[in-house]
């Protein structure tokens, strides 16, 4: 193999990768939508703002259940629609880690697996978001498109 013919075949996995990752941000976005629509707005069979932020505040200790649901529900709904879009990236996905942790220490009781109601879930897409935390929206964002460059 020639150095031009390695170097052609990095530069082909370095244009998939850029697709890949695109595709690992909008899903992480993506996914966490309809949580925070469940939250927001009693969709996809949540229980909406009033009784999410009754259970925030009676089950999990909140003091202000319903400015605790209202802000988690806000980050996953808007900023899953931000990540996924790759608008703001790296403050939506800030936020998105900072309350995926949150919600892996509501969780870390229960044990390890996410079956078992355990952290599993929130502490992977954490570490996913933050993720674009580091590396922003990449070449397939709104931000890119745009020219946020923060």
């Known amino acids: 193999m020639t150095d031009q013919s390695l170097i052609s075949r990095i530069e082909g996995l370095a244009k998939g990768s850029d697709i890949t990752e695109t595709l690992v941000r909008v899903a992480a976005g993506a996914f966490l939508v309809p949580h925070g629509a469940q939250k927001l707005f009693g969709w996809f069979g949540g229980y909406g703002l009033e009784a999410t932020g009754q259970f925030f505040a009676n089950q999990l200790g909140y003091a202000n259940g319903y400015l605790a649901a209202l802000g988690a529900g806000s980050v996953e709904f808007f900023g899953g629609i931000a990540l996924a879009l790759g608008l703001l990236t790296r403050a939506s996905a800030f936020a998105i880690t900072v309350l995926l942790l949150v919600a892996s220490s509501v969780h ?10 355990g952290w599993e879930y929130p502490i992977l897409w954490a570490i996913v978001a933050l993720a674009f935390v580091t590396k922003g929206g990449g070449k397939y964002s709104l931000d890119n498109a745009i020219g946020i460059r923060f």
Do not use: E, L, R
Request: no cysteine.
């Open 108 to 117: 870390f009781g229960a044990g390890f697996f996410w079956t078992d109601g």
